[in-house]
């Protein structure tokens, strides 16, 4: 037998007696990590799967609430949203509260719509958008029903600059301000639309059309 012969034979006799150590010593913390592993990415799976689920039935209980409105089964629509807002995934039960809140409106029930939409608002736990879309809607329903003062108490902070909502936000100031006698608030408003041009072309025509009313009414003419 050669010298390297031999020295080959020594270093895996070597290495397999290191490996019986390892094993004996390390072999059922080994096995343990690697179940662990298993057993994590099945749960992992599992819960992705669940969540897919119960998505889709949420879309699906979701989407037949609203055929019950287009049915004009507002009603039976209303029960079928607050059971979804009751029991659904987060991104569906807020928007089955915005859509109650709709409903609410459409059967002429405009302050218990601005209740709901009160109550989406003032809920921490819901998304800050449908949060911020709820005090929009609010707040445009009080400018028929409620004070300028009610309004400008829900839509005020979204009509400054940056945020989305903010020409809608101005247009309901704006109409809230014009009702209330004070044109000069109104016309502030109106200009602030008019001036923007990232404002749709639908809403910075109207807001013209009310800063030429404004202005025949003796108001600040249009800048």
Do not use: C
Not at 52 to 79: C, P, R, W, Y
Not at 148 to 169: C, N, Q, T, Y
């Amino acid at each position: 037998m050669s010298d390297d012969s031999f020295i080959r034979e020594v270093d895996e006799e070597l290495r397999s007696e290191k490996m019986q150590q390892f094993w004996s010593r390390y072999g059922k913390l080994v096995i343990g990590v690697a179940l662990s592993i298993v057993l994590l990415t099945a749960g992992y799976r599992g819960y992705k799967f669940y969540q897919e689920s119960q998505a889709e039935t949420a879309g699906d209980a979701f989407m037949a609430a609203v055929q019950l409105s287009n049915d004009n089964k507002h009603d039976e629509a209303i029960k079928a949203l607050a059971k979804l807002a009751d029991t659904g995934p987060e991104a569906y039960a807020a928007l089955a509260r915005m859509r109650m809140a709709s409903e609410l409106t459409g059967k002429g029930e405009a302050k218990a719509a601005v209740a709901a939409y009160d109550k989406i608002a003032d809920n921490s736990k819901i998304d800050d958008t449908y949060r911020d879309l709820a005090r929009l809607r609010a707040g445009l329903l009080l400018v028929d029903i409620g004070t300028r003062d009610e309004v400008k108490k829900r839509i005020e902070v979204l009509a400054k600059p940056g945020i989305p909502f903010r020409h809608s936000a101005r247009e309901g100031l704006g109409l809230a301000a014009w009702k209330a006698g004070d044109l000069k608030e109104a016309a502030k408003y109106f200009t602030l639309i008019s001036n923007d041009q990232d404002a749709p072309n639908s809403m910075r025509g109207r807001a013209n059309l009310m800063l030429d009313l404004i202005a025949g009414k003796g108001g600040p003419a249009r800048k």
